[in-house]
């Protein structure tokens, strides 16, 4: 596979989450071997009209390998705004068509686009014109069960353009239940020619070789497998080398979730980003001994100090 410089290995991507993947998280991540990273989604219509937040969402650190995410359903807009966040630095543009909340699809966006697979290849073309970084895509297998179209919209956007699909084995109408399927997404892999990266279910090193081995594809996406354990990469790295891997020990978690805790402090201030961690605090917490009773406190701190101290009853050394 050859993407952005990144050859004959297989890519480690971080998915795009809205609340979750933020410049903070994103370098986390990174140090554990995430090679590529995708943003938080940005409105086009947000960035073509001077919202405010877009900066914040579209905001990079410096030498960051990551692609700004965009969303919207009409060319011209998703081409000036994919223009202007060029400023941002961002390796690629990536365009959502794959979000399933409601908000998304009532207005047209997101996975919506996978029911006109022409407006999809017409965006891409759109969004390529005006920029010279390369163009990526994020799709879902289809909008339902009875229109997994991924192959068509796939071939569509890779002829207007797009240098790397990402597939997440998911409907629309699933949104994020039931298991990821394989056989579409393998079926994209066969079809077009760039480089296409799986996303789903990924939490661990052997469901990630599970992943390759069924789709055949050039890289992994990890989302929700990375929410609270940036260190999953890491993990993934190790079975894709077929090495063995051993967990960071507690310290060294305890360490991380206070960078990542410190981190969102500095960028969003320090009450707006404590509220939002309470839910970071129970994603580092899931699965381990008493983690009921943390998630309860974890939803009551509002200072760094009392996340902190959260942080200790998470990983005690």
């Given at each position: ?9 297989k890519?480690?991507?971080l ?5 979750v993947?933020?410049?903070a ?6 140090e ?13 219509k947000?960035?073509?009209f001077?919202?405010?937040k ?8 410096e ?8 969303f ?41 686009l ?9 965006i ?11 163009v990526?895509?994020k ?11 991924a192959?068509?919209?796939a071939l ?8 790397l ?31 296409v ?8 090193g ?8 069924a ?16 260190w ?15 967990s ?5 978690k ?13 960028l ?14 129970s ?10 009773s943390v998630?309860?406190?974890?939803n009551?701190?509002?200072?760094l100090?009392?996340?902190i101290?959260?942080a ?6």
């Amino acid at each position: 596979m050859k993407f952005m410089g990144l050859t004959e290995k297989k890519i480690l991507m971080l998915a795009p989450m809205a609340g979750v993947t933020d410049l903070a998280f994103r370098a986390l991540c990174a140090e554990y071997g995430a090679d590529y990273a995708v943003t938080e989604m940005v409105s086009a219509k947000a960035v073509c009209f001077g919202d405010k937040k877009t900066a914040a969402l579209a905001r990079l650190y410096e030498g960051e390998r990551a692609a700004i995410q965009i969303f919207g359903s009409e060319p011209y807009y998703m081409a000036k705004a994919a223009e202007s966040l060029l400023q941002y630095g961002p390796v690629a543009i990536d365009i959502n068509m794959g979000c399933p909340v409601p908000k998304c699809v009532k207005s047209g966006e997101g996975s919506a686009l996978m029911k006109n697979p022409v407006l999809c290849g017409e965006i891409v073309a759109a969004v390529r014109s005006a920029v010279n970084v390369p163009v990526t895509v994020k799709l879902r297998t289809g909008f339902d069960s009875a229109h997994k179209n991924a192959v068509e919209v796939a071939l569509r956007t890779e002829e207007a353009g797009a240098s790397l699909i990402c597939v997440h084995g998911r409907t629309r109408e699933q949104m994020y239940t039931g298991s990821a399927e394989t056989e579409t997404i393998a079926a994209v892999k066969k079809a077009v020619s760039v480089p296409v990266i799986a996303n789903g279910d990924v939490v661990d090193g052997d469901s990630a070789l599970a992943m390759l081995k069924a789709t055949g594809c050039d890289g992994i996406a990890i989302g929700r497998g990375a929410m609270g354990k940036p260190w999953v990469f890491a993990e993934v790295a190790a079975a894709l080398a077929g090495k063995e891997y051993v967990s960071p020990a507690n310290d060294e978690k305890y360490a991380v979730l206070c960078r990542h805790l410190t981190h969102m402090a500095e960028l969003k201030g320090e009450y707006p980003a404590i509220l939002e961690a309470r839910k970071h605090l129970s994603w580092y917490s899931k699965g381990l001994h008493g983690s009921a009773s943390v998630r309860r406190l974890a939803n009551t701190v509002t200072t760094l100090g009392e996340a902190i101290e959260v942080a200790k009853m998470i990983f005690p050394h």
